[in-house]
């Protein structure tokens, strides 16, 4: 077969060419490392890298965004930790407000304290992340949560949301708990049933413990769940004899008679030993349709005539509606007589109940956020070691094998030279140098 000069030309400096490419593909790689620096190098490896690569920069940015809610969750955390030891310094200063022996005087200045510890704790609901966004106002973090009117009033001004973090691919976690939740959705009494002696009596009498024994009754749709305790006193015999009505106050209706409540005497004896309860006791009671609410109400001391007790399912207020009441109750003070000793007595045994309540909610809320930190540390665990996998993926997959590149390149380099050699020999052959 005759070849040409040119073919003879074009097919050598062709392989001489391929080989360079190869050799400058495989220093290429010893520079970089890297086993893929283009798309032509690998196609479905490179594919597979660019997917790796955006999960990774994904888990990392997930690490941030962790990074940011810890941040935020441990602000928070904080600001409840100083809202729950404000409350148990409120808590001391309402109990040594109990002791008998304290004058109007000492009083005074427990509110004066009490007034103080009321300020400190509204500072700590309207505390900010340092950057200008308030920790408890939900999402209208550039507003302050509580504004406090001319008359001492408390208002909120946030909403109830809950700020949200992103933190993996299908999860998010809340940074914030709104001011409503934490400070203005306290449980008066046990959260079920409260208790409370009217401003007018005149008794020495003390709301105690209240309880709901049965939960369905009480809950039960038929319950109007508001009635006042009436109590009437028979000065005519000796000793003077306390009777109680029960009354419907929804319906006015004697719960013991089932007619319209009547002056007294009444049909059951007060008795400081025996609870009230809120059930047909038959006898005394006459009403022919019998009744149970499920609850009892337990009162000491002596009622003077005419004396109310109200009954009623519990609410939620604020904490510091509560902290206000209990200011305005050691202000207040008490006189010598049984009746204003009592008073103080109740009033401070309600504020002391909501305290308690207050406390529960504080906590309540800091261990749901303490609860979301060690969600965040374990979700900040596994984005590392997701980004670590993706990191040995990528590594196995583009990574250089110097000993086999640099065997594959000297081997290359055999090969251009002998090619060179051969095409150096091949060209200077000439007919006239075998005539």
Do not use: C
């Given at each position: 077969?005759?070849?040409?000069t040119?073919s003879?030309y074009?097919?050598?400096v062709?392989g001489m060419l391929?080989?360079?490419d190869?050799?400058?593909?495989?220093q290429?790689?010893?520079?970089?490392g890297?086993?893929?620096?283009?798309?032509a190098?690998?196609?479905?490896a490179?594919?597979?890298?660019?997917?790796?690569?955006q999960?990774?920069?994904?888990?990392?940015q997930?690490g941030?965004?962790?990074?940011s809610?810890?941040?935020?969750?441990?602000q928070e955390?904080?600001?409840?930790?100083?809202?729950?030891r404000?409350l148990?310094?409120?808590?001391?200063?309402?109990?040594?407000?109990?002791n008998g022996?304290?004058s109007?005087a000492d009083?005074?200045?427990?509110?004066?304290?009490?007034?103080?510890?009321?300020?400190e704790?509204l500072?700590?609901?309207n505390?900010s992340?340092?950057n200008?966004h308030?920790l408890?106002?939900?999402f209208?973090?550039?507003?302050?949560?509580f504004?406090?009117?001319?008359?001492?009033?408390?208002?909120?001004?946030g909403?109830?949301?809950?700020?949200?973090?992103?933190?993996?691919?299908?999860r998010?976690?809340?940074?914030?708990?709104?001011g409503?939740?934490?400070?203005m959705?306290?449980?008066?009494?046990?959260?079920?049933?409260?208790?409370?002696?009217?401003?007018?009596?005149?008794?020495?009498a003390?709301?105690g413990?209240?309880?709901?024994g049965?939960?369905?009754?009480?809950?039960d749709?038929a319950?109007p769940?508001?009635?006042?305790?009436?109590f009437?006193?028979?000065?005519t015999?000796t000793?003077?004899?306390t009777t109680?009505?029960?009354?419907?106050?929804v319906?006015?209706?004697?719960?013991?008679?089932?007619?319209?409540p009547?002056?007294?005497?009444?049909?059951?004896?007060?008795?400081?030993?025996?609870?009230?309860?809120l059930?047909?006791v038959?006898?005394?009671?006459t009403n022919?349709?019998?009744f149970d609410f499920?609850?009892?109400v337990?009162?000491?001391?002596?009622?003077a005539?005419?004396?109310?007790?109200?009954?009623?399912?519990?609410?939620?207020?604020?904490?510091?509606?509560m902290?206000s009441d209990?200011i305005s109750?050691?202000?207040?003070?008490?006189s010598?007589?049984?009746?204003?000793?009592?008073a103080?007595r109740?009033?401070?045994d309600?504020?002391?109940?909501?305290?308690d309540?207050?406390?529960?909610?504080v906590?309540?809320?800091?261990a749901?956020?303490?609860?979301?930190l060690?969600?965040?540390?374990?979700?900040q665990?596994?984005?590392?070691?997701a980004?670590?996998?993706h990191q040995?993926?990528?590594?196995?997959l583009?990574d250089?094998?110097y000993?086999?590149?640099l065997?594959?390149?000297a081997q290359?380099?055999?090969?251009?030279e002998a090619v060179?050699?051969?095409f150096?020999?091949?060209?200077?052959?000439?007919?006239?140098?075998?005539?």
């Amino acid at each position: 077969m005759r070849v040409s000069t040119s073919s003879l030309y074009e097919t050598g400096v062709g392989g001489m060419l391929r080989l360079q490419d190869q050799q400058l593909r495989l220093q290429q790689q010893v520079s970089t490392g890297r086993r893929i620096n283009s798309p032509a190098d690998d196609p479905i490896a490179a594919a597979a890298v660019l997917e790796i690569g955006q999960a990774q920069s994904m888990q990392e940015q997930f690490g941030r965004n962790i990074e940011s809610a810890r941040s935020a969750l441990l602000q928070e955390e904080q600001a409840l930790g100083d809202a729950t030891r404000v409350l148990q310094d409120i808590k001391t200063l309402a109990v040594n407000a109990g002791n008998g022996a304290l004058s109007n005087a000492d009083r005074m200045a427990l509110a004066t304290e009490l007034q103080a510890r009321y300020d400190e704790l509204l500072a700590i609901a309207n505390r900010s992340d340092g950057n200008g966004h308030y920790l408890f106002s939900g999402f209208k973090a550039d507003t302050p949560p509580f504004l406090q009117n001319a008359g001492g009033a408390i208002s909120y001004q946030g909403d109830e949301g809950q700020r949200l973090v992103q933190i993996g691919v299908q999860r998010r976690v809340a940074v914030s708990d709104s001011g409503a939740a934490v400070f203005m959705t306290v449980r008066e009494g046990d959260g079920r049933i409260v208790a409370a002696a009217a401003q007018a009596n005149a008794g020495s009498a003390i709301v105690g413990t209240t309880s709901v024994g049965n939960e369905a009754a009480w809950n039960d749709p038929a319950n109007p769940r508001e009635f006042s305790i009436r109590f009437h006193v028979d000065a005519t015999v000796t000793p003077a004899q306390t009777t109680y009505d029960i009354v419907d106050t929804v319906n006015n209706v004697s719960l013991l008679t089932g007619a319209i409540p009547a002056a007294g005497p009444h049909l059951r004896s007060y008795s400081e030993s025996a609870p009230i309860a809120l059930r047909t006791v038959a006898p005394p009671d006459t009403n022919p349709v019998p009744f149970d609410f499920g609850a009892t109400v337990a009162v000491s001391g002596a009622p003077a005539d005419g004396d109310l007790i109200g009954v009623r399912a519990a609410a939620t207020r604020d904490m510091f509606g509560m902290i206000s009441d209990l200011i305005s109750s050691l202000r207040q003070g008490q006189s010598a007589t049984a009746a204003s000793a009592a008073a103080y007595r109740n009033r401070l045994d309600t504020a002391l109940t909501g305290i308690d309540n207050a406390l529960d909610q504080v906590l309540l809320v800091r261990a749901g956020a303490g609860t979301r930190l060690a969600e965040l540390d374990t979700a900040q665990t596994a984005a590392e070691d997701a980004v670590l996998n993706h990191q040995q993926n990528l590594s196995r997959l583009q990574d250089l094998d110097y000993a086999a590149a640099l065997s594959e390149l000297a081997q290359r380099q055999a090969q251009l030279e002998a090619v060179q050699k051969s095409f150096l020999q091949i060209t200077r052959l000439r007919l006239f140098d075998f005539i």
